[in-house]
């Protein structure tokens, strides 16, 4: 395709390239996949998302010249938007907890975005990022247009519209597995159901990280957590509209130390510097080359910049607080243990078992 010249940065957003990742693809006899939203604009998948709901809002008259874009965000949404806001000559207002990485702070400051920190709390807090944002706009809806990204379903659109369909056409229709994580569920809910209508046979996986409740409504249809996690954007305890549309196969949890785990071996050997939710995705990814492998072709995605995550996954103070082992670097544990826990679990007997002499 010739190259061609782009009229702003929104331009520039999706038909991101895909790449294999060599080592774990050689490791499990598989292929394995990255889609590089980290080549956005903005540096991560949500640039998608924030395009179309902007794009959507203005053609529907909820959002007009002069105001400003207000949404409650863990940070890559947030840069997405002051990007597209700049572009269509809108103001934005981010609203994020003050625990997420200090990067994405600064990125949508540089961008020209206002930033307003909250304490980070329960999502039943009336000061949670999410109501303080709705209540902005609520209180002023002259002068804001709250996006509201879980439940505002152009999101979704981004990708079954695009993502998919860029998907489909790279790997050429040839696609066993999709595996994702999930924040507000807009990229496995619009990629699954546009790959699904396209490759019947395809499976779906969401990985989940610690703390999340989403892997649980899965499989009871509860949202149930242990632990927590030090991935950023992902993870949920509630049922959003984007996410319900998903078309989801199996779901599973895994843990911070595969996360970390991954990164390093992934780096080391790869030269990829993943994000903690990519470095999730790619340890979901190699979790489904050992269940389901070999020669399967799997993809998941490269979510933002992995600068994004240096102050929490590539800083071994932190990773102490937390109790992370960063020597952990040989893979094939992790691959032992990830195809013993597809091995069918011998049930216990209920009855004492007989014996004969
Ligand atoms: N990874 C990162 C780093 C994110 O910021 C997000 C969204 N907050 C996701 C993954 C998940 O994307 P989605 O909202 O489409 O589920």
């Known amino acids: 395709m010739p190259l061609k010249v782009a009229n702003n940065l929104t331009e520039l957003i999706g038909n991101t390239p895909v790449v294999l990742i060599p080592s774990l693809s050689r490791l499990t006899d598989c292929e394995i996949y990255l889609k590089c939203e980290n080549l956005n604009p ?11 709901m902007v794009l959507d809002a203005l053609e529907e008259g909820k959002l007009k010249k002069g105001m400003t874009i207000v949404e409650g965000t863990a940070g890559n949404t947030g840069i997405g938007l002051a990007i597209v806001a700049k572009a269509f000559g809108l103001g934005l207002l981010a609203v994020m907890p003050s625990d997420q990485a200090k990067e994405k702070e600064r990125m949508i400051a540089l961008h020209g975005g206002e930033l307003k920190l909250v304490e980070a709390c329960a999502f039943s807090n009336p000061n949670h990022f999410y109501h303080t944002a709705r209540r902005i706009a609520e209180e002023n809806p002259r002068e804001f247009w709250w996006v509201n990204q879980f439940e505002n379903l152009s ?18 229709g040839q696609l066993d597995c999709l595996v994702a994580s999930a924040g507000t569920g807009g990229t496995i809910a619009g990629s699954s159901v546009y790959l699904k209508e396209k490759i019947p046979n395809i ?7 610690e703390g999340s409740g989403m892997c649980s409504y899965i499989h009871t249809g509860k949202f149930e957590k242990t632990g927590s996690s030090l991935t950023e954007g992902i993870g949920i305890m509630r049922l959003v509209a984007n996410f319900q549309k998903a078309k989801i196969d199996d779901a599973f949890t895994l843990s911070d130390q595969d996360v970390v785990m991954i990164s390093q071996y992934v780096r ?22 050992v269940c389901h492998g070999p020669k399967k072709r ?52 209920t009855q004492p078992t007989p014996s004969y002499h």
């Open 42 to 52: 903005g540096g991560s998948i949500k640039d998608r998302a924030a395009l179309q």
């Open 155 to 172: 999101n979704f659109k981004a990708h079954y519209s695009r993502t998919g369909p860029e998907i489909f056409e790279q790997m050429q």
């Open 203 to 209: 499976k779906v996986f969401l990985v989940d990280p």
């Open 268 to 289: 080391d050997q790869d030269g990829i510097v993943l994000g903690s939710s990519s470095a999730l995705n790619v340890a979901g990814a190699l979790k489904v080359a």
């Open 298 to 349: 799997i993809l998941t995605f490269n979510c933002d910049l992995g600068e994004r995550s240096y102050s929490k996954l590539y800083n071994s103070d932190y990773l102490k607080t937390r109790h992370l082992d960063i020597t952990l670097t040989d893979v094939q544990p992790l691959i032992a243990k990830y195809s013993e826990d597809q091995k069918p679990k011998i049930a216990k007997p």
